[in-house]
């Protein structure tokens, strides 16, 4: 088993910047692909970006490339997203989660999941 568990949201004005890690416990996650998503109420959880289990590949929804960067270490067991140029839009809950199949991109391919860290942008 994985545990997942994320830290790092907050209130930030709209440009500012947040940097969420995800750090786990239970076991190593550094044979799994990592990825983080966002859900708001009433809408389904959104892929947001992915990595592979050596931080070599990585993967980003169109709504955040440039702006959003995932990285990874396992040697300290977390998984990182650092967002920049944040928007109102971009107000959510962020969830980690480690992949336990392919695509990385669809939420179906993950098997563990942390409780979500709140992220809230003023305008």
């Known amino acids: 088993q994985v545990q997942l568990v994320e830290s790092g949201g907050g209130l930030v004005q709209a440009g500012g910047s947040l940097r969420l890690s995800c750090t786990a416990s239970?076991?190593?996650?550094?044979?799994?692909?990592m990825g983080w998503f966002r859900q708001v109420p009433g809408k389904e959880r959104e892929f947001l970006a992915g990595?592979?289990?050596?931080?070599?590949?990585?993967n980003y929804v169109n709504s955040v490339k440039g702006r959003f960067t995932i990285s990874r270490d396992n040697a300290k067991n977390t998984v990182y997203l650092q967002m920049n140029s944040l928007k109102p839009d971009d107000t959510a809950v962020y969830y980690c989660?480690?992949?336990?199949?392919?695509?990385?991109?669809?939420?179906?391919?993950?098997?563990?999941w942390g409780q979500g860290t709140q992220v809230t942008v003023s305008s």
């Open positions: 990595i592979d289990w050596d931080g070599v590949s990585t």
């Open positions: 239970g076991r190593t996650i550094s044979t799994y692909a």
């Open positions: 989660a480690a992949a336990g199949g392919y695509p990385i991109s669809s939420a179906r391919s993950y098997k563990y």
